[in-house]
């Protein structure tokens, strides 16, 4: 018996995480909660396991288990239970459950159909159920396995969780404490495992996308300036070897290969079907193309509209991975697979480059290709329904082909995701991208041609960084840093050596490298006794180095060569302007440094790889090729990006540490009991903010709130702090109180303190809900430190200057949480006034320790309590004995989190 018919997920409609999931073959199932309608389907299941797996699941041969247990799995939902089913088109081949069995354990159980087992159905359950519990706050499973159930034993063993295990006469009685929060030791250990599991099952559903043996062409035309046709004529003329099946109903033969009638006459199993037919038409062809066993969709169509849902829904019930659409196609040159229609082919290579824009990537491939780097594959990802950068960074990971990863991406379905999978594979190769939509037309422009929202700047960057991602201004930047990258090996650090044939060119190649965080080296003594020697009278021994125009190409490379062995120097910038003394190109492309090496040529018109002879280096092996550039600004912007990129690399990662004196419950529910009284949200009382920043011991300024009309008990809070004090009217829904004249500060007597009460009761007047009476903070470092929450992105963490000056000077830096205490640091130094932080005016440094501490547990509220919208605290004030948060706000929604690290489709 079927299950009840299943509508294809557009969302979540509920609690728990319904969606597709790919199992460890590539193929997918959908995991979705059961329903008292699956009674049938999972007795079914269980009726048609074997004894011996029947056996294993039950500890006996009941013949009344199959029901008892689908009256379980299948009862109307209720608290503290849990029933999942796993299905394949009609049929259900897993189920798994937990049941409460105390105020914070669960009992897990599985049942695996016969033919699905070894496919990793029971572990991508038991990851769901990990999900879920996690969200309710369950602290751990148990499970009692027999002893000869090797199959789950080892389900629970590789999981990446700890595996508590007691014997009790041949039964097993399992424990899982289940990790609590981000700075739990055991958390990183699990998405590790999760992450393995993911790649694993992610590549081999991409095999047949980007390995395929045979390919379709539905929308093959005889016009030759259809899309069709030139799809269909660059596969053939680049050499694809496998095997080819036209579609095109009107047509016999199409370059010498006989056409189908229509996608239902495909052979089974072919692995890519690439569609180039009217809108209208897309989704009935993708139908055909699943009920013929087709493992992949290139859609190259635009103009899908809802239509796209349609598409998507149908790929996932036959088990189909998408790339599309409105793409430009997708090539892997090294296959000679080009399902592109574009002009010309491209360069087999070592690049691996994924964009949104089909246009785009055609003009980053035909510049990798002109510079002989090459392309390892391809993908124009158009509207990413489904495959995404995601997906092609972990394909890339393990390929065997790709060294550089190049991104053109404006939306993100999975950021978290992204980032993570980025760090990792950052630290095997360069990940580049360039920013578009940096403005509102930009944006605009985004969001009309990739059918999502551009991410914003601030949230783009802040990924980037965290996740170690080169980002480039420009085409043009990206592509020279490309260069660089491909061919010569990462800088030590950011010193540099200039050496030029014309003194102007060198003090502009300077210039340039201060404008990208670079410094130049001081060289020493004896490279400075070495250059004097070899250069005449009039050459400027300093750095920038000036040899004269007069230089000879073999003094040129030789002087190259003495620079770069000064361990002072990390990298060498040398430029050359044309003379009819020498062309010094050959000794920039033929110097063996062992050390980044940028060639400026002043009168080319693009950067170019100069290659040298073949052993011309001086170790008499295969010397590296030299980026040449046109510019001094293009080298040393990409040789900025690759000193960074190498500093990242070897920088400690960070953890996000332990915390002490949180109490995470306690603050949900604070949150919850408000937004039971105020179901749409709003900012919390400030009596409330205090208490939910106290949850997680984030310093604040002594505060006291006097209810409205109380003047004497304003006077007598006042005086029992015994100084100059501040008072703040308590106004609901009054977010910027400065700008409102809201603030009364120093006061310092009887009188100044009751005019402010009344001069604040006459202002505001019946709105007034009480006033805050603050003594007034000892002057320090005025910073900002708060919370965005970004609906894809999740919370994002600010940090800048403070006080009145934050909505004049913009001076913030943000990272994405979890954050690691590398990455409080780096938001600390993120800034242009951190010196600030450093003393000034004859104030001392402000303890940064302190401040770090609480960008860390400012994070962790945001992590632990999701319903955070924005938290503020402004300002903090720094000093040199700790730091304090003057003034704060908290506003707060219902929402229901999704967990980003679940292995789910998109």
Known sequence: ???????????????????????????????????PADFDAVRDLHHAMSSDNIYLRFFSMSPVSADREAQRLCRPPEPGHVALIAAQGDAVVGVASYEMTGQDKAEVAFAVADEMH??????????????????????????????????????????????RRRVDAGVIEIDIPLPAGEADASLADYLDAVSRREIGSGVASLTHLL?????????ASRREDSVGARILSNIVSAGYQGTVYPVNPHANTLHGLTCLRSASELPRDVDLAVVAVPADAVTDVAGQCGRRGVRSLLVITSGLGADGARLLATCRRHGMRLVGPNCFGLAVPGLGLDATFGRDHLLSGRAGLAVQSGGIGISISEHLSRLGIGVSSFVSVGDKLDVSGNDLLTWWEQDGSTTLAVLYLESFGNPRKFARNARRVGQRMPVMTVIGGRSAAGQRAAASHTAAAATPLVTREALFGQAGIIVAASLGELIGTAALLSCQPLPAGGRVAVVSNAGGAGVLAADACGDSGL???????????????????????????????????????????????????????????????????????AASTGKPLCAVVLDQLEEVCLRPERGSAADGGSPQATPSYAYPEDAAAALGHAARYSAW????????????GVRGDDARELVAGFLAGSQAGGWLPATLVRELLDCYQIPQVSTVLVGPGSERDVLAAAAALAGPVVLKAEVPGLVHKTEAGAVKLDLRSRD???????????KFGDTLAGVLVQPMA???????????????????????????????????????????????RELIRGVRAARLLDGYAGRPPADVDAL??????????????PEVAALDLNPVLARADGCVAVDARVRVFPVQPADPYLRQLR
């Open 649 to 660: 690399r070897g920088r400690p990662q960070g953890k996000v540490p332990a915390l002490d």
């Open 211 to 219: 390995r395929p043996a045979r390919v379709a062409v539905i929308g």
């Open 1 to 35: 018996m079927s299950p009840a018919p299943e509508p294809e997920p557009t969302g979540k409609s509920g609690k728990e995480p319904d969606g597709y999931s790919l199992l460890t073959d590539g193929t997918s199932v959908l995991i979705r909660q059961a329903r």
């Open 118 to 163: 070894g496919r990793g159905v029971a572990t991508l359950l038991l990851d769901y159920l990990v999900s879920i519990a996690r969200q309710h706050h369950v602290r751990g499973f148990t499970a009692q396995v027999l002893a000869d159930n090797s199959a789950m034993l080892k389900v629970f063993a590789d999981a990446g969780l700890p595996v």
């Open 519 to 589: 410094e130049l080296a001081a060289f020493s003594d004896p490279t400075l006794r070495r250059l004097a020697g070899i250069l005449p009278a009039a050459a400027t021994i300093a750095n920038p180095l000036d040899t004269t125009a007069a230089v000879s190409a073999s003094t040129f490379r030789a002087c190259l060569e003495a620079v770069a062995a000064d361990e002072s120097v990390d990298a060498v910038i040398s430029v050359a302007a044309p003379t009819a003394m020498a062309d010094l190109t050959g000794a920039m492309g």
């Open 852 to 865: 770090a501490d609480v960008l860390l547990r400012v994070a962790r509220l945001a992590d632990d309590v």
């Open 752 to 762: 100044e303190v009751a005019l402010a009460y009344r001069d604040l009761s006459a």
């Open 778 to 824: 000892r002057e320090g470092a005025e910073v900002l430190i708060g919370v965005a929450h970004d609906p894809v992105f999740g919370p994002l963490v600010v940090f800048g200057l403070g006080g009145v000056a934050t909505d004049i000077l913009h001076d913030h830096a943000a990272r994405l949480t979890p954050l690691t205490d590398t990455d409080a």
